[in-house]
């Protein structure tokens, strides 16, 4: 599987957008596993980028940063 295919639909998108949240977790204290940071900010910029309108963009970052802050 392609990384590009897991941003093609916006379900892909926003699920992936999800994990990379939750992920961003464990660059933080006790894990401290700051490169994983990069790798999800990265993640995140690619799919903002994919995204059709501004309306689209907002919730994809809030479903971002809402399962970060869940986790």
Do not use: H
């Amino acid at each position: 599987m392609n990384l590009t295919q897991l941003f093609l639909t916006p379900l892909r998108r926003r699920f992936t957008l999800t994990v990379l949240g939750g992920i961003l977790a464990l660059a933080f204290a006790p894990m401290q596993w700051v490169p994983i940071a990069w790798l999800s900010f990265l993640g995140a910029f690619y799919a903002l980028d994919l995204c059709k309108s501004p309306k689209e963009a907002f919730w994809d970052g809030w479903i971002f940063g809402f399962s970060f802050f869940v986790i």
